[in-house]
């Protein structure tokens, strides 16, 4: 019996830690790919933000994933009852209109977000990409510090935040450096 009550809440978490993300500051991906590629990705989200306006970027941000996997289920469904062009048509309108309403329900707060990318491939190490992959380290880096500190209540959350903000310039700061270069 305790066994089915667990479940509702595990699952509970699990689709609240999808939607919230690990992170209130943002993500940091960093993952080896094919062929000695490495593929580095920060993202941060202007501090401040809402639990809500974080959920509705990130679902907008997954959007490319998530619509896929609905056009797929919504296609093999749609293929049983109609015809395939008629399915090919109505799953597609579907997950085109549920992107735009999810990129409209972002709003702002999306277009706000920064973002630094970066690949590199072994044996081939260009100074932009090297200074790209230091530079998502560093940043990084410190917003893992600073969630660390906050977590073991060596940071109070207006320190933790004023942490982000900084980091959170220093990378648009950055993104304006490399545009004019």
């Not at 960093?30 to 974080?54: C, H, Q, S, T, W």
């Not at 056009?71 to 799953?91: D, M, N, R, V």
């Not at 990129?103 to 707060?109: C, D, L, S």
Request: with cysteine; hydrophobic share 45%; charged share 25%.
């Amino acid at each position: 019996m305790s066994s089915t009550r667990t479940r509702p809440g595990l699952l509970r978490r699990g689709w609240q830690r999808a939607l919230d993300g690990e992170r209130l500051w943002g993500s940091v991906e960093i993952r080896p790919d094919r062929f000695g590629v490495k593929r580095y990705r920060l993202a941060v989200y202007p501090p401040g933000m809402n639990a809500a306006e974080r959920r509705r970027v990130r679902v907008a941000r997954g959007w490319p994933l998530w619509g896929a996997a609905v056009w797929i289920l919504t296609e093999i469904a749609l293929s049983q009852s109609t015809g395939p062009w008629t399915a090919l048509a109505i799953s597609t309108a579907a997950v085109l209109s549920a992107g735009a309403v999810t990129m409209v329900m972002a709003g702002e707060p999306r277009r706000r977000i920064r973002t630094m990318h970066a690949c590199s491939m072994a044996g081939f190490d260009d100074p932009v990409t090297v200074a790209t992959v230091k530079k998502i380290r560093i940043f990084a880096g410190r917003l893992l510090e600073a969630d660390d500190a906050l977590n073991d209540a060596r940071l109070t959350p207006a320190e933790h935040e004023m942490l982000w903000w900084r980091v959170y310039d220093e990378v648009g700061a950055y993104q304006a450096a490399a545009a004019c270069a």
